[in-house]
């Protein structure tokens, strides 16, 4: 881990959205950190909405996320890790009696960018889409002990002078 803080970290982001829960897809790649946060960080904490491309995603929608982080580019993190999975494909079917395994192997797929990097989602992500945003400054206002007791007050006050109960 130290070594990949000495180098410059790419960041990968994959989600799954409600319409397709089980269906990861890349929306950002090759982020550094300060791309990141204003992207996605932010945009999440707050509760707000994704822009990906032309496309844009409301955080509400989101079921599941990871930020991967991978030390090369996620093309040259997924062409490693396809010519990994080809070379032990070759391997197994060199050693086997018979069985010949075929495959067009890993790193195809953008969500194979998981097996190839670190999943660092805990680390920026640490609560449900919006908990950053809490209530509206007048929902906070209007919520206040003080304020509930005093206009409670004033407002029994009214109601014992308008219907004459203290006589």
């Known amino acids: 881990?130290?070594?990949?803080?000495?180098?410059?970290?790419?960041?990968?982001?994959?989600?799954?959205?409600?319409q397709e829960p089980n269906k990861l897809r890349q929306v950002f790649e090759d982020l550094d950190e300060s791309e990141?946060?204003?992207?996605?960080?932010i945009p999440y904490k707050k509760g707000t909405s994704l822009?990906?491309?032309?496309?844009?995603?409301?955080?509400?929608?989101?079921r599941k996320i990871h930020i991967v982080r991978t030390t090369h580019r996620n093309e040259v993190e997924r062409e490693d890790l396809h010519s990994k999975?080809?070379?032990?494909?070759?391997r197994l079917n060199r050693e086997s009696s018979g069985v010949v395994f075929i495959s067009p192997g890993f790193g195809y797929d953008p969500v194979d960018i998981l097996e190839a990097g670190e999943d660092v989602t805990r680390k920026f992500i640490t609560g449900h889409p919006g908990a950053a945003a809490g209530l509206p400054p007048l929902a906070r206002f209007a919520g206040n002990p003080w304020l509930v007791t005093v206009v409670g007050g004033l407002v029994v006050a009214y109601l014992i002078w308008k219907f004459g109960w203290n006589k």
């Open 85 to 90: 999975s080809v070379r032990e494909i070759d």
């Open 51 to 62: 822009i990906c491309g032309n496309e844009v995603i409301p955080v509400s929608q989101i």
């Open 1 to 18: 881990m130290v070594e990949t803080e000495d180098r410059v970290a790419f960041y990968q982001v994959l989600i799954a959205v409600e």
């Open 36 to 41: 990141l946060k204003p992207k996605l960080v």
